[in-house]
Nanobody, 116 residues
């Protein structure tokens, strides 16, 4: 059974930091590109950051470049998203995604709220 379980969300003040974690099981983690997406109220889901299966390449949305860092641990089947200098516009549900040529898996999401 494929599982992607996000954790680490919460309420943080502007300028603060959070670290999101996605623990996975049920598929060959090291063969999948991993991404973090987010969806704010009334908006479409958007890609935030992606890391290739080996971890050699990363890609970020312009809105988070220089503030967010995606990383993965292929031994622990986990992907992380370090978020710094958070802004109110970062408020959203954050989803973990695993993608291969054949499959596309999603987690249930974790809420991130940036507010004073």
């Amino acid at each position: 059974q494929v599982q992607l379980v996000e954790s680490g969300g919460g309420l943080v003040q502007p300028g603060g930091s959070l670290r999101l974690s996605c623990a996975t099981s049920g598929f060959t983690f090291r063969s999948y590109a991993m991404s973090w997406y987010r969806q704010a109220p009334g908006k479409e889901r958007e890609s935030v950051a992606t890391i290739t299966s080996t971890g050699g390449l990363t890609n970020y949305d312009d809105s988070v470049k220089g503030r967010f860092t995606i990383s993965r641990d292929n031994a622990e089947n986990t992907v992380l998203l370090e978020m710094n200098n958070l802004k109110p516009d970062d408020t959203a549900i954050y989803y973990c995604n695993a993608r291969s040529y054949l499959n596309n898996y999603w987690g249930q999401g974790t809420q991130v709220t940036v507010s004073s």
